[in-house]
């Protein structure tokens, strides 16, 4: 039976080894960055980023580029996700291939977690310097504390240079430059290694003699005492007031180097200042929304009023970053990303101006390839088949109005 047992565990533990091998050498390409596999209606009923612009799509080695824009938090946020009371916001960067050298929500600098509205509008802006050559997918983003990432649309940049060119300087309130890339690395590199080398020593010390049989033999002889020697106990002494001596010494001189020094600086920033949209004098409802499955487009019947004094027309809808446009009304010039940019996406049954007082009901059709590439599709596997998105409608002169739709969205099967 003991055998049986034995072989057991060594034949579970060689599958183990093999299991953990294989994870290491596998390695998938990773074609998407995160967004596609999160659930679609959580896309669409939490953050809506628009108005986006990257300064740049080439950035040399330290060079800055800037990506501003607009986001709405949906008032009708998720249940399973918390509300954006400590919210941080990111960029979607494999690494530090750019360092954000600033980022700004209603001009106010927000290097830590801040508290934002349900409901409100905020502009946004983020400072990137080059750090790592190489073509990268950029995305500006929100950590949502309890809820996760919220991932806006990425865009391709490329940086070109070399990273051993990467500076990062920065001049502290005690009037030193220094570069933030390797400062203090010689400091750190030094500490660890000194005191490595003070417990490899301890272990050298003893290991010079025979360790375990005769050591063994002696304790269980009754000889444990003639194991340690008097000389033993000097060594063990020094080291132990030696390490006492350099800890106290060093911080003693750590101290006069550096005597000016505060703690970190955290703590959730209130108070962040939403955008002032005049109220839209649109007024859109949503009579119904479905989308076919399998399909790559969704369609909306929506009763528009124009309660404002000018005809408009509608020119974009917006959904979890993806873009639907008319063309005969808006045309794109911010360089938005293409695959998340549906140029003539948007149908609408009769997109005449709509004069002011007028009241129509318009059958929109949404459809792209984004559809079913940004799995929005999978609206139907989600536990929650309602969407939200944008309404952007244009009068003659080209003013822009933004009217939030919200409704259930049905499926439809052939
Ligand atoms: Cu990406």
Do not use: C
Not at 160 to 181: A, H, Q, R, V, Y
Request: charged share 20%.
């Amino acid at each position: 039976m003991k055998i049986i047992k034995d072989k057991v565990a060594k034949l579970s533990f060689v599958a183990l080894l093999i299991t953990v091998t294989a994870a290491m050498f596998y390695t998938p390409t990773a074609s998407a960055h995160g967004e596609k596999s999160q659930a679609a209606f959580m896309r669409m009923r939490t953050i809506h980023w628009y108005d986006l612009n990257w300064s740049k799509e080439i950035v040399p080695i330290n060079d800055t580029m800037t990506i501003s824009g607009k986001f709405h938090v949906f008032a009708g946020w998720p249940e399973t996700v918390d509300k954006p009371e400590s919210a941080f916001l990111n960029i979607g960067i494999p690494g530090p291939v750019f360092i954000r050298a600033g980022s700004w929500i209603g001009g106010q600098l927000v290097p830590r977690s801040v508290s934002l509205e349900l409901g409100e509008t905020y502009e946004f802006k983020v400072l990137l310097k080059a750090r790592r050559p190489g073509d990268w997918h950029v995305h500006t983003m929100m950590n949502v504390e309890g809820g996760g990432p919220i991932i806006g649309p990425g865009k391709w940049v490329t940086i070109t240079g070399s990273m051993g060119d990467f500076k990062n300087p920065l001049t502290t309130l005690t009037g030193e430059t220094i570069d933030l890339e390797n400062y203090n690395l010689g400091n750190i590199y030094f500490w660890h290694a000194f005191w490595y080398g003070l417990g490899l020593a301890w272990m050298l010390y003893w290991v010079r003699r025979p360790q375990f049989v005769p050591r063994n033999i002696a304790v269980e002889a009754g000889k444990a005492d003639t194991l340690i020697t008097p000389a033993d106990r000097k060594v063990a002494m020094a080291f132990a007031a030696g390490t006492v001596a350099v800890v106290a010494f060093s911080m003693g001189t750590t101290n006069e180097q550096y005597p000016v020094t505060t703690p970190l600086q955290a703590g959730l920033l209130r108070g962040i200042k939403s955008l002032d949209l005049p109220q839209p004098t649109v007024a859109v409802s949503v009579v119904d929304a479905t989308y076919r499955v399998p399909g790559r487009a969704m369609q909306m019947t929506l009763k528009v009023t124009n309660n404002g004094d000018s005809a408009v027309r509608l020119g974009e809808f917006n959904t979890a970053s993806v873009r639907f446009l008319d063309p005969d009304v808006l045309e794109d010039e911010s360089g938005y990303p293409d695959d998340l940019l549906a140029e003539e996406g948007l149908t609408v049954s009769d997109n005449s101006p709509l004069a002011p007082g007028e009241t129509r009901t318009i059958e929109v059709t949404a459809s792209d390839a984004a559809w079913e590439v940004y799995r929005l599709a999978d609206l139907i596997y989600d536990p929650d088949s309602r969407f939200a998105g944008l309404l952007f409608f244009f009068d003659a002169e080209g003013n822009r109005q933004m009217v939030m739709v919200d409704a259930p969205l049905i499926p439809t099967f052939i």
